[in-house]
């Protein structure tokens, strides 16, 4: 586990290669790793980005969109 199992929006928009934007657009539509709010900023788990990104392997696996 690394040493911050907390990461920040643009952290995980660099991780995945996307904007900033996109991952906002997530997690107001719900779509995207669970963030959770530290007073005025938004800050995701390492543990459920990693869950989120195996849900998706999961459903693209089985044909689910």
């Not at 586990?1 to 290669?17: D, I, L, R, Y």
């Not at 543990?47 to 969109?65: E, F, I, K, N, P």
Request: net charge positive; glycine share 10%.
């Amino acid at each position: 586990m690394p040493a911050h199992p907390h990461m920040s929006p643009e952290e995980v928009a660099e991780e995945f290669g996307v904007s900033l934007a996109t991952v906002y657009k997530w997690r107001t539509q719900r779509t995207g790793p669970p963030g959770f709010r530290v007073g005025r900023h938004v800050r995701y788990r390492r543990g459920d980005v990693d869950a989120w990104v195996a849900s998706q392997l999961a459903a693209d696996r089985s044909g689910a969109a």
